[in-house]
């Protein structure tokens, strides 16, 4: 009779389409599709399926164009690998900062299958001249700062082109990606936010010169300053970073006890260790971390916290990685409200 | 192919669930029932419709028992009025309070078909002493501030219980009521917040006392002092209010012509004006009010803005009723986060 509606996602703007993850209230591990946040620059593309193909083009020695048969055809792999909006957690920065206001939840992660560009780019070789590699989607559109349309295209460094783990793939979670997630062949650029890792895929371009299109110089760069544009630099890997899943901001408990519990990722290394603090930041205590750490998904903490003294507690997480990087206590603010990886905190009454 | 989502309702908590209305974007005036918010204390109850039935007691003249079928049979009316979550847009309080973080979207209307309580209560007869009508429903559990068990049960003072729009209804939308929303008979007190209409009637009692259940004398009260009671009063009619729902907070738009557009509503009387600032309260322009208003329902507000200059603005909305009453520019904090009605805003970049 009870009818729990499983938890949605969140429609932070509906055209064009920006969802987010309910990540507090996840059942699994990795994201089911329906439940995997969305974000879109412009509205969905018209492909048509039946003559795709798939063209590496420019700087490279002998331009190629390659079916879908061709490319289920090549050595894939799968990697469990972490999505994260590059504006996952803006709403709290302050001052705030424009775009779409996401919570915690413009993050999720799922097995990603493909074929590694570089297989793609060995077959294609690449000139003396080439010093990035060019990826545009077939969504395009205007934007609010600028006359023209623009596709949505990224440029990646060689070096993170030719990464074995930077994928072309095909399959989310073993079956054709989702249409919304950028079928029939996404970019999947490990460890970056997930600006990087373009839908649809139209093309693949070697270029001898630095890409200057606005999803790569004007967007995702970050500017710290408010009044100026001094010190910009392009946002790349995902910060480390921790969210609390439960208890929930303002939740009333019982006293007795409860699990605090959530997860942590980072760009570079692994996860080492997360700490919650139950005393606003004074004080710090180690959780136990719940899943194996790897180098592309996040890992599940928990705490089991028994408190019988009533009253209000502030309830903080901190995830410090392989390479010592660890949450700052204020927030690094910047001009569009990136890569928001201060430490976590809610608050809570027990009574 | 581009395979839009129809906005859902937003997760505030699974356990009992707790779920908001998707306000920025509605389509329609009346909220079908998948978009209608939900508001639970409890789990959800179980019930036996096979053999259902209204039993009205206490201080009346004849006790009686009503079937679904009798009932069906008594003159019934047909109401569009607003529910509105007395928590809705707690989130906007600072201090924060605890309780569900509700932003914009703790309210819904549309229709609700049934017979008014009065017509039972003149069937029944009620004592000299009576004071108050209580209503219970099968909905109970535990508070996490109390060791009992307590059904969620709340009284409605004589006059308001015999006021002709006070219903038991039975239909919302000309069908049965969703289980979640109070099937088979849910108590409609238009004008008042929600916790008044109380979900699956377990049964109505007339009282020559006043009731003191928790969610009549603990919750759903006022507390307008940070560290004491005093001076606390019951949350029963609707502020006045409006929601900006379009353009979305920290929107970056065009240059040119935009709508903005939002909802207004009020416990007492109608809407009578609704205004816009563009210039964070400094000026105020009339909207054009799209929907007739009446008592009940809500009043849809537009105006058009034509704007050439770039730069950022905070857009306010203030709606006035017909008793004079408006909102207020500092919200009427309160311990539990009730009753928010300050003058809405947003702001957004024209670029």
Redesign the interface.
């Known amino acids: 009779?009870?009818?729990?509606?499983k938890?949605?996602?969140?429609?932070?703007?509906?055209?064009p389409?920006n969802?987010e993850t309910?990540i507090?209230?996840l059942e699994t591990n990795t994201m089911p599709p329906e439940l995997f946040y969305k974000r879109n620059h412009f509205?969905?593309?018209?492909?048509t399926y039946s003559n795709y193909w798939l063209p590496i083009n420019g700087s490279v020695v002998t331009p190629k164009v390659f079916s879908l048969e061709e490319i289920a055809k090549l050595p894939a792999k799968t990697l469990k690998v972490i999505l994260e909006c590059a504006g996952n957690k803006r709403s709290y920065f302050e001052p705030?900062?424009?775009?779409e206001?996401w919570e915690k939840g413009g993050i999720s992660q799922g097995y990603w299958t493909g074929v590694p560009l570089k297989t793609f780019l060995e077959s294609t070789g690449i000139t003396q001249t080439a010093k990035e590699v060019l990826v545009e989607g077939y969504d395009k559109g205007k934007r609010?700062?600028m006359k023209n349309e623009y596709p949505y295209a990224r440029s990646l460094p060689l070096d993170k082109a030719l990464h074995p783990d930077t994928l072309i793939a095909y399959e989310y979670n073993y079956h054709p990606i989702p249409?919304?997630h950028g079928y029939p062949l996404r970019l999947i650029v490990p460890s970056w936010y997930g600006m990087a890792s373009v839908k649809w895929i139209k093309q693949i371009s070697v270029i001898s010169s630095e890409f200057k299109g606005p999803y790569q110089s004007v967007d995702y760069v970050y500017y710290p300053n408010k009044e100026n544009e001094d010190n910009a630099f392009p946002v790349t890997k995902m910060n480390v970073n921790s969210t609390i899943q439960t208890p929930?901001?303002?939740?009333?408990?019982?006293t007795g006890s409860h699990i605090i519990k959530g997860i942590a990722w980072t760009g570079v290394g692994s996860i080492l260790k997360v700490e919650v603090s139950l005393d606003a930041g004074q004080t710090w205590i180690e959780t136990d971390l719940q899943s194996p750490s790897d180098n592309y998904s996040w890992t599940e903490w928990s705490y089991e916290w028994s408190t019988y003294e009533a009253g209000e507690y502030t309830i903080m997480s901190k995830a410090t990685d392989s390479f010592g990087r660890t949450q700052p206590t204020e927030a690094f603010w910047n001009q569009k409200g990136y890569g928001y990886h201060a430490i976590d905190q809610i608050?809570v009454?027990v009574?």
Chains 1, 2 share one sequence.
């Open positions: 009779m009870s009818k729990y509606q938890p949605t996602l969140t429609t932070r703007r509906l055209q389409e969802l309910p507090s209230f509205s969905y593309p018209s492909l705030k900062t424009y775009g206001q609010t700062d249409f919304e929930l901001n303002m939740e009333e408990l019982n608050k009454k009574e």
